[in-house]
């Protein structure tokens, strides 16, 4: 995790699925509002994983820079409105 312009920035590589889920939850848990999700290097994720995202979601935080793939998958689960 790195801080852009104070504000925590928690970037994602690889797939979200796993045991990454449950260390993701823990570092995005303990990460100060508002959190930066940057998904850019994030090639895939599962079901637990789409939760973990939708979860800091409605904790406040932003999902940003998801390839066209990976955001299909959050709007089609519901994590992103398919409008943004």
Do not use: C
């Not at 990460?31 to 409605?58: K, W």
């Amino acid at each position: 995790m790195h801080d852009v312009e104070r504000e925590p920035v928690l970037a994602l590589h690889g797939r979200l699925a796993g045991p990454e889920v449950a260390e993701f939850e823990r570092i995005a848990a303990d990460a100060a509002l508002p959190l930066r999700i940057d998904l850019e290097n994030l090639i895939g994720v599962n079901a637990s994983g789409l939760a973990a995202l939708r979860a800091q979601r409605d904790r406040g935080a932003h999902l940003t820079k998801a390839s066209p793939y990976v955001r299909l998958l959050l709007e089609t689960a519901g994590v992103l409105p398919a409008d943004l």
